[in-house]
């Protein structure tokens, strides 16, 4: 990754980062080969920009810019909402790197970024959900190191 930086986000950065989420909810819905349960519009309602805006106050939004175009973003937290782990975690709620700009290390120096994050924080282990039908994702993760760990599963009630 050379000409590009991460920075944290700004409000000015929100409606970028909207768009991007969409393009990845799209993505996500266009290989799923279950029911898509995501609400596929979210990112770009009011909802989702305030969702966004609270990610820059009250946890971590980093985006990675070309010049002065945000070209991908990470959203992270550490997990203070479960207190039966015996370790503190940090989770990942999207990394996104919009589809022109793959293939050239950014999202392993987003995922480095949330490392250190974790180290600064004193904190054991990262987590990420994806999809099981993100091929591409789940080999991006193990290949920087991440395993499987937990498995979801779901069931439609009719």
């Given amino acids: 990754m050379s000409n590009y930086i991460i920075r944290l986000a700004t409000e000015d950065d929100l409606k970028r980062v909207q768009e991007l989420s969409q393009e990845l909810m799209e993505y996500e819905k266009s290989i799923s080969k279950n029911e898509f349960m995501f609400n596929l519009d979210w990112a770009l309602t009011e909802e989702g920009y305030e969702n966004y805006k609270s990610n820059i106050s009250r946890d971590e939004l980093f985006v990675v810019c070309d010049n002065d175009k945000v070209i991908g973003y990470m959203t992270c937290w550490i997990n203070r909402r479960l207190p039966w782990l015996a370790y503190k975690t940090m989770e990942i709620g999207n990394l996104y790197v ?22 600064k924080n004193d904190i054991k282990y990262l987590k990420i959900d994806v999809s099981v039908d993100n091929k591409k994702a789940v080999e991006f993760y193990k290949k920087n190191g991440l395993y499987d760990y937990l498995i979801e599963q779901y069931t439609e009630i009719k």
């Fill in 98 to 119: 919009d589809k022109d700009y793959r293939g050239e290390g950014i999202g392993t120096e987003l995922l480095n970024k949330a490392k250190e994050l974790c180290k």
